[in-house]
T-cell receptor, first 112, second 115 residues
Framework: AQSVTQPDIHITVSEGASLELRCNYS??????LFWYVQSPGQGLQLLLK??????LVQGIKGFEAEFKRSQSSFNLRKPSVHWSDAAEYFC??????????FGAGTRLTVKP | EAQVTQNPRYLITVTGKKLTVTCSQN?????MSWYRQDPGLGLRQIYY???????DKGDVPEGYKVSRKEKRNFPLILESPSPNQTSLYFC??????????????FGEGSRLTVL
């Protein structure tokens, strides 16, 4: 079965600084990759997804992610973080029958 | 408004008292699923359903039951709750492409405490 590793449990960045959240996956076939964001007390919201095609994917709220097959990675980036980006971020890999596996999450704190 | 609705949002119960968490979606999605979220473990799938009357176990099904009698509803049943089922529960739905996958739409979560 597929699996996801998010190496960073907690990241702190200053407002206006750039952000990169790491995600590594393990899956034998072509993966379907997702990033979700969870604000406190809320459900998860899709930021972006990769199914096929261009390996650089644009999402909502100014986020992007790059699929690198050779590194089994799907890192999330944002050039300039806003205080409202403070949340928990989950990477997920999907397979046939929508079998979705989530990473443990990365909590982002934004310093003023 | 397209949404997934879970009830109750918060529940405190005692060991052994049967409870049901309801989930309803208004997007006509074929796929529905239940997850539990625990600190440091991310989301783990409990059960999922590819369509009406079709359900299957996820990674952590022990102690849970589900049913899918209608396309829009997917209740989660805890027949005899135990303290280790204290968790945050999420229902999700998804349209399915011909390839059998799609993005998940989540409810707002149900926080369950079993004493």
């Amino acid at each position: 079965a597929q699996s996801v590793t998010q190496p960073d449990i907690h990241i702190t960045v200053s407002e206006g600084a750039s952000l990169e959240l790491r995600c590594n996956y393990s899956y034998g076939a072509t993966p379907y990759l997702f990033w979700y964001v969870q604000s406190p007390g809320q459900g998860l919201q899709l930021l972006l997804k990769y199914f096929s095609g261009d390996t650089l994917v644009q999402g909502i709220k100014g986020f992007e992610a790059e699929f690198k097959r050779s590194q089994s990675s799907f890192n999330l980036r944002k050039p300039s973080v806003h205080w409202s980006d403070a949340a928990e971020y989950f990477c997920a890999v999907g397979a046939y029958n929508n079998d979705m596996r989530f990473g443990a999450g990365t909590r982002l704190t934004v310093k003023p | 408004e397209a949404q997934v609705t879970q009830n109750p949002r918060y529940l405190i119960t005692v060991t052994g008292k049967k409870l049901t968490v309801t989930c309803s979606q208004n997007m006509n999605h074929e796929y529905m699923s239940w997850y539990r979220q625990d600190p440091g473990l991310g989301l783990r799938q409990i059960y999922y359903s590819m369509n009406v009357e079709v359900t299957d176990k996820g990674d952590v099904p022990e102690g849970y039951k589900v049913s899918r009698k209608e396309k829009r509803n997917f209740p989660l049943i805890l027949e005899s709750p135990s303290p280790n089922q204290t968790s945050l529960y999420f229902c999700a739905s998804s349209p399915l492409s011909r390839q059998g996958y799609g993005e998940l739409f989540f409810g707002e979560g149900s926080r369950l405490t079993v004493l």
